[in-house]
């Protein structure tokens, strides 16, 4: 048990970020981010699938108008989660983020956990962004639905085909990754704003009352395992809309939150992370809370939350009240929203294995990265099938809660792993400092635990069985091949 507990030194995580341009440089990543490109990448992961298809799904089902307040309360806890991410990841700039961060603090049996968690997140994440990119393809080229839908279809290849082509794009190198990002963020963000400002040419007041639908009790397909877990533990009866409603909906718009701690795994190719790594985290949370709230507003105010079309539900707004040369631009936006997430994800995963496999913790030839590309090329592209399978294959909608989940864990984490490296190592030099730590960090983790109570019941269970698996592969392989343990029995045999 103890030596499932075990830490990584601070000492050694900076050392291995360290490019000093030596003969091992060839098999570590490449200092070429600035901070626009950070952004770039952090707006490109968040504005997506939550933007384009949860507003909807998550004001008709849940929360009516007052799912404005849902994404405000996601994005607040989401923000106070990104302040420890930045003082982290401005002190110990590391490809692994909250990987990392949980095995300098908590132990390396956290740090697994939380690697296999986030490997799970943007899998999914991205499988599920995957099929919504083939759907407004479709729809705006009329593409059959057998191949590009969802209902309907055995094999998805407009998923399968974009994961590939981005994957390919991930693998070739950092920087192509990020041209392709920041271009793709300008067109959607420049969409986005058109959606908001002609979209408030059409908000009705009439729409917007009753802002805060009174409580009903939820249908039978809302219960039993469907039910948040907060009900099912307290007894209490499955409810939709009201206070409770804003509540769950806030837990499951998270998800389009979900995904800034990319910018943390960015940490070893960052030129300044000192400066440049809070710069990116905390500037795509602002962009992204802003606009999220602005479209969901515009959204409740343009069309009665009871006739929101849940598939392409801004798109269908503005067709609703004749506008539909705009709903095309919105169409375009999507695709490009979706794209770069997709890509974001690929080489968030990409990172992540590629910190794991360097711990030993997955095998080390996993994570080798190319001589020429300077990116972890191998795990970049293991990954990129398995998206593409989930993606082609399993209709992974009905998964969003699942990446929630994922999110909130590691956030969790990471909040609390700030207090304890102010503790173990007050000496650490901290470009960016949380204000009010503990209590804000503490706060951070509390309110993270909450969403999650809020999240269903076959949400956790299928979260457990996905930690129970990590935990086999880690008992069979992890505990004893990683870097630590071989040092430790190094150090035991030479005594």
């Known amino acids: 048990m103890v030596s499932m507990l075990r830490t990584k030194p601070i000492k050694d995580v900076i050392a291995q970020a360290e490019d000093d341009g030596g003969q091992d440089a060839p098999r570590r990543l490449r200092r070429r981010l600035g901070p626009v490109d950070l952004m770039g990448f952090g707006v490109g992961i968040v504005i997506g699938t939550g933007i384009f298809t949860l507003t909807g799904i998550e004001a008709r089902e849940h929360a009516g108008p007052a799912v404005i307040v849902s994404f405000a309360i996601a994005g607040v806890v989401a923000l106070l989660a990104a302040l420890c991410y930045a003082e982290l990841a401005s002190s110990v700039p590391t490809a692994g983020s909250a990987y990392t961060y949980a095995y300098a603090t908590m132990g390396e049996i956290v740090a697994w956990i939380i690697g296999w968690d986030l490997l799970l997140e943007f899998a999914l994440g991205a ?54 990002t920041n271009v793709l963020v300008v067109v959607k963000v420049a969409i986005c704003l058109f959606v908001v400002i002609a979209g408030l040419f059409f908000v009705k007041a009439a729409n917007l009352m009753p802002f805060l639908p009174p409580s009903r009790p939820a249908e039978d397909g809302e219960s039993g395992l469907a039910q948040p877990l907060s009900q099912a533990l307290f007894g209490l009866q499955p409810s939709v809309f009201g206070v409770a409603g804003v509540l769950t909906a806030a837990a499951v718009v998270f998800f389009a939150y979900t995904g800034f701690e990319a910018v943390a795994n960015l940490g070893e190719e960052t030129r300044r992370p000192g400066r440049d790594l809070p710069l990116g985290l905390l500037a795509t949370l602002a962009v992204s809370g802003v606009l999220y709230v602005a479209v969901s507003f515009v959204l409740v105010g343009m069309v009665d939350y009871r006739e929101i079309d849940l598939g392409a539900p801004i798109a269908s707004a503005f067709s609703a009240v004749g506008a539909h040369w705009a709903a095309v631009l919105v169409s375009i936006a999507a695709i490009a929203g979706l794209t770069s997430v997709i890509l974001v994800e690929m080489v968030a995963m990409g990172r992540i294995g590629y910190a794991m496999a360097r711990d030993g913790l997955l095998p080390p030839g996993v994570g080798a990265i190319h001589p020429r590309w300077g990116t ?43 207090p304890i490296l102010r503790r173990t190592r007050p000496e650490l030099k901290r470009p960016f400092r949380v204000p009010f730590s503990p209590v804000l960090p503490v706060l ?52």
């Not at 970049?380 to 082609?392: D, E, F, K, S």
Request: glycine content about 10%; aromatic content about 10%.
């Open 444 to 495: 951070s983790a509390l309110a993270c635990v909450y969403l999650m109570t809020n999240l269903s019941v076959e949400t956790w269970l299928r979260f457990l069985a996905w930690l129970l698996l990590g935990a086999l592969i880690y008992v069979g392989y992890g505990r004893r091949r990683n870097r630590l343990a071989q040092r430790e029995q190094g150090a035991e045999q030479g005594r």
């Open 376 to 418: 972890p090329h191998r795990i970049t592209a293991v990954v990129t099938v398995g998206v593409a399978l989930l993606a082609g294959f399993l209709p992974l909608a009905s998964l969003a809660d699942l990446v929630s989940i994922g999110a909130l864990c590691a956030f969790v984490i990471v909040s609390i792993a700030v």
């Open 127 to 180: 499988a599920v962004v995957a099929r919504g990119w083939s759907g407004y393809l479709a729809e705006l080229f009329g593409l059959p639905t057998a191949w590009f839908g969802e209902e309907g279809s055995v094999v998805n290849l407009g998923a399968i085909a974009i994961t590939l082509f981005l994957g390919l794009i991930a693998t070739i190198g950092i920087r192509q990754s990020a041209r392709v």
